[in-house]
């Protein structure tokens, strides 16, 4: 074999290999999701809130509550920069030395009247005890740490403040206020979801706004009353999808997938007044 074409060779082997290489990171990255930013987020102007799918799930249930009474966004906001404040938006099972007892989403404390330990426990009734409260005074002409205060009787009532952006930002998505602003970016799945679960927290945590979830198969649909509805639910879907094993959500025309992890046009859907959302049918998917 000639010079030139030895060296022509070798160049193709060595191409060969270092492609090969290359296409194995690739794919080792691909099927392990290792660069996958786990978090869900929503922007106002050209600042960027985000929480982990633990608290944006608490954060989406507070957020259902008041929608579910029909209250305005303001008690929304209120509610997560307190719950945010009180427990990083997690459902603690324990207190601090100033409150032992206390516990759940809000810190309520069953020695000063709020439930049972199990009730305080529960997110849906932890956030409709502080609604309970919050609605007995005009909190809407209040700052956010007056009216937090008002409810919490904290010892350190100015904390509030801190999380006041944040808890507007995720007010505005999970009431419906603003469309298609909260993201989540997810790795895949690892199990599968169950539509008919999904159709059970909807109703649970909405209370008495009506919603008449259908089930078929992988995919729990409903119709809506108006878009800042169905806003609110795509919203509330997305933000629970980490736990649902949701791989997707559609409404008004967008979709956010798992995969993409943000709103795009989507087809297959009445967006005019319906939310669907599709749960993964099997590990791994999504």
């Known amino acids: 074999m000639r010079r030139g074409a030895r060296s022509a060779l070798a160049l193709a082997v060595s ?3 270092i492609g090969g290489g290359i296409w194995g990171v690739q794919r080792y990255i691909h099927d392990s999701q290792a660069l996958v930013v786990v978090q869900c987020a929503t922007t106002v102007g050209s600042v960027k809130h985000t929480l982990d799918p633990e608290q944006a799930g608490n954060a989406a249930t507070i ?3 008041a929608v579910g009474r029909g209250l305005p966004s303001r008690a929304t906001s209120i509610a997560l920069a307190t719950a945010f404040q009180e427990s990083k938006l997690r459902n603690l099972d324990y207190g601090d030395t100033a409150g032992p007892d206390s516990r759940g989403l809000f810190q ?3 020695s000063q009247g709020w439930g049972t330990q ?3 426990m529960d997110p849906v009734y932890a956030a409709g005890a502080f609604f309970d409260e919050l609605v007995t005074f005009d909190y809407r002409s209040m700052s956010v740490t007056q009216a937090a205060q008002k409810v919490q009787r904290s010892a350190f009532p100015e904390a509030y403040a801190d999380h006041e952006d944040l808890g507007r930002a995720f007010a505005s998505a999970l009431t419906g206020q603003s469309a298609s ?3 989540c970016s997810l790795r895949r799945t690892t199990q599968a979801g169950s539509a008919a679960a999904v159709a059970k927290r909807m109703e649970s945590e909405y209370g008495s706004l009506t919603f008449s979830p259908k089930v078929q198969g992988d995919i729990v649909s409903t119709r809506v009353s108006s878009t ?3 806003w609110a639910l795509a919203q509330w879907a997305v933000a ?3 736990e649902d094993s949701t791989v997707s959500v559609s409404y008004g025309g967008l979709t956010w997938t798992r995969e993409k992890g943000a709103w795009e046009r989507g087809e297959g859907h009445d967006g005019a007044g319906t ?5 993964a049918s099997a590990a791994g998917q999504g």
């Open 15 to 17: 191409a060969l290999v």
């Open 63 to 65: 957020s259902a509550v």
């Open 108 to 110: 309520q404390r069953p």
């Open 118 to 120: 199990a009730q305080v």
């Open 181 to 183: 602003a909260l993201t």
């Open 228 to 230: 800042e509805q169905g």
């Open 240 to 242: 629970h999808a980490q």
């Open 275 to 279: 939310v669907a959302i599709q749960l």
